[in-house]
């Protein structure tokens, strides 16, 4: 039986063709999101396969890669930059090193290793701001005074370390010579500063 856009009611197969119409269109729903979800399972399987060095398994359920971006990361100390692959996934971020120079895509379909695996990150702890500046403002600055102040306990400190030093020094056993109390006021400075 062919269903037609121009069937009326009065069919006695129309109310049982609709619903068999129905029932397909759901069905093509549902396998259309678990193609999707295969093929998001399946993109994160590919992955791991081209990662040296990898501490863990990549394959989760419910984890899939949103982006890839490839960035140069630059060591200010010694004026040096090198490539590097960003991957963020659905709840981590990791950062690989090329081990091509000309490796422009994350997943293909050759069986070697592409990228050695350097770091990640759960999602959940990284804190986005919208700038530098504003990253900037919400690290308090320190006044003028209160950095004077800071490195006057950062002398201080430093000279009861220098008197510690000293202490361990000592030849002879003093008894009354309360060095604990030393200890303490390290202690209470380091946490002023």
Do not use: H
């Amino acid at each position: 039986a062919v269903v037609s856009t121009q069937s009326t009611g009065d069919d006695p197969d129309y109310t049982y063709l609709y619903l068999a119409k129905d029932e397909i269109e759901k069905l093509i729903e549902k396998l259309t999101e678990r193609k999707r979800q295969a093929d998001k399972s399946f993109s994160v399987k590919l992955l791991e396969k081209k990662i040296t060095g990898l501490p863990m398994s990549l394959v989760a359920p419910q984890r899939y890669i949103v982006s890839t971006e490839r960035i140069r990361e630059l060591d200010i100390m010694t004026d040096r930059s090198d490539e590097r692959q960003l991957v963020v996934m659905s709840d981590v971020l990791l950062c690989l090193k090329p081990l091509t120079r000309n490796s422009n895509t994350v997943i293909s379909t050759s069986g070697t290793a592409e990228y050695q695996y350097l770091w990640d990150c759960l999602i959940t702890d990284i804190e986005l701001t919208r700038d530098v500046n504003e990253a900037k403002s919400a690290i308090p600055e320190e006044t003028p005074e209160e950095s004077e102040g800071s490195q006057a306990l950062k002398d201080d400190l430093l000279i009861l370390e220098q008197i510690d030093n000293l202490r361990m020094q000592l030849k002879g056993s003093y008894t009354n010579i309360r060095f604990d109390k030393l200890a303490e006021v390290q202690d209470m400075l380091r946490r002023e500063i």
